[in-house]
């Protein structure tokens, strides 16, 4: 499988300056490969291939006026930026068709030089290398400085520089990671050691045997700091330098915040997976929660960036992950007996049965994600659907049961891009 590798690096002011370029010079392809393809899309013109948008917006653009300092930087980083907006296209066509997993696509939008997050990507036509000194030598920027915390287990087929909105850069490489399986855990019974999962606000988690992990709530613990330094960008005026440090100096502060929860999360993740042979969590809502009053600690918590963490190490390592469907009654349901209690709202922390047993919730909730884990993977089916909820209903055409659309022309109109049918009128 694929994974990231992100290290700091430090380029120097002159390499700083070829970056610069070569983010403005990438955003510059992405835009106008958009905008030809918006332009002919108003006018009625057959759709541009990929080839003839890297013809038209680089090719032949390096040789006008107008667009002749393309040539300053390297021909894969445009290359790459053509194939990210013919990307972005894809996904969105393929989402208006239905055959994209995930939320509904909107078109792509154009790139701005304010966007706070800058990239460029190298892939091994770039020639990029590490040297023998650690460093990190990138066509027409030269060797940059990298701040390793870890060697790399294989060789990178790319690498993306990237500026973020506090100013500062990055290398992340994409590495083939070979699957290997950790060492056999098991309890005193012998058995493999499991664990479920229920995540929580006061407590971010409850694992098997009622231990609890306290919610570290880095945003709320900011919270002070985050609105000093949001006041202070707030009295600066606009387009002036003082207001450009008071940015960097807010974003500065958010991106401590982020980091913070992320090494958390690692942490956390790493440690169960080292510890437990089948790990269990509950499919939350994390969308439909954020839209409510607990928005704010429910981004603090960060959920889904946890479970996408301890999902990937699960399937790296050979741990056995699954997924609970969101409507599982665990909260509600007695460990017990089996019982079903009535609504429950969540400041009910503790609840007695009527077989009288006494629980605690969150305890009682990571026995109930645990039992029905185990029924889930004895019963060797798919636990949810990849996108949760209900699977979204096979139109007649890709059943078979219809025949498919006729060809251009002789439906009386005319097929755009989209795939959507337009009358002749």
């Known amino acids: 499988m694929q994974l990231r590798y992100s290290f700091r690096i430090d380029p120097t002011p002159g390499q700083r300056i070829e970056l610069a370029r070569a983010f403005g010079c990438a955003r510059v392809v992405f835009n106008d490969a958009i905008a030809r393809r918006n332009h002919a899309h108003q006018q009625g013109l057959p759709f541009l291939t990929d080839t003839e948008l890297s013809r038209l917006v680089i090719t032949q653009a390096k040789q006008t006026p107008q667009r002749s300092w393309l040539g300053k930087v390297s021909a894969v980083v445009l290359q790459q930026a053509l194939a990210d907006a013919c990307a972005a296209f894809r996904n969105f066509f393929a989402s208006r068709a239905g055959t994209r997993k995930g939320p509904m696509l909107g078109p792509p939008r154009f790139r701005s030089r304010k966007d706070n997050r800058q990239a460029i990507r190298f892939t091994r036509n770039a020639r990029?290398?590490?040297?023998?000194?650690?460093?990190?030598?990138?066509?027409?920027?030269?060797?940059?400085?990298?701040?390793?915390?870890?060697?790399?287990?294989?060789?990178?087929?790319?690498?993306?520089?990237?500026?973020?909105?506090?100013?500062?850069?990055?290398?992340?490489?994409?590495?083939?990671?070979?699957?290997?399986?950790?060492?056999?855990?098991?309890?005193?019974?012998?058995?493999?050691?499991?664990?479920?999962?229920?995540?929580?606000?006061?407590?971010?988690?409850?694992?098997?045997?009622?231990?609890?992990?306290?919610?570290?709530?880095?945003?709320?613990?900011?919270?002070?700091?985050?609105?000093?330094?949001?006041?202070?960008?707030?009295?600066?005026?606009?387009?002036?330098?003082?207001?450009?440090?008071?940015?960097?100096?807010?974003?500065?502060?958010?991106?401590?915040?982020?980091?913070?929860?992320?090494?958390?999360?690692?942490?956390?993740?790493?440690?169960?997976?080292?510890?437990?042979?089948?790990?269990?969590?509950?499919?939350?809502?994390?969308?439909?929660?954020?839209?409510?009053?607990?928005?704010?600690?429910?981004?603090?918590?960060?959920w889904a960036s946890f479970i996408g963490m301890v999902e990937y190490k699960a399937k790296l390592y050979g741990r056995t992950f699954v997924k609970i469907g969101r409507f599982f009654p665990s909260s509600r349901l007695c460990s017990a007996c089996g019982a079903l209690a009535g609504q429950m709202p969540l400041a009910v922390r503790r609840w007695t049965c009527p077989c009288g047993v006494t629980h605690d919730r969150d305890v009682n909730a990571e026995i109930n994600i645990r039992a029905e884990g185990r029924r889930i993977v004895a019963a060797g089916r798919k636990p949810v659907p990849e996108m949760g909820g209900k699977r979204r209903r096979k139109t007649p055409a890709e059943t078979g049961k219809t025949p498919p659309p006729a060809p251009r022309g002789e439906r009386g109109g005319t097929v755009d891009e989209t795939g959507s049918h337009r009358s002749a009128a």
């Open 128 to 302: 990029f290398a590490i040297t023998a000194a650690g460093r990190l030598r990138l066509p027409k920027i030269g060797d940059v400085v990298v701040r390793w915390s870890r060697t790399l287990p294989s060789e990178p087929s790319s690498v993306t520089v990237v500026k973020d909105a506090a100013g500062r850069y990055f290398a992340s490489f994409v590495i083939e990671a070979a699957e290997t399986s950790l060492p056999q855990t098991e309890t005193e019974t012998g058995t493999g050691a499991e664990t479920g999962i229920d995540l929580g606000l006061t407590h971010f988690a409850v694992l098997s045997g009622g231990r609890k992990i306290d919610s570290p709530r880095f945003l709320r613990r900011a919270e002070k700091k985050l609105k000093r330094a949001q006041k202070a960008l707030s009295r600066k005026e606009k387009g002036s330098k003082n207001r450009a440090k008071a940015r960097t100096k807010l974003a500065r502060r958010h991106v401590k915040v982020a980091d913070a929860r992320r090494e958390f999360h690692h942490q956390l993740s790493t440690k169960l997976i080292r510890e437990n042979q089948a790990i269990y969590v509950e499919d939350l809502a994390v969308k439909g929660l954020a839209r409510t009053q607990l928005a704010k600690s429910v981004h603090d918590a960060g």
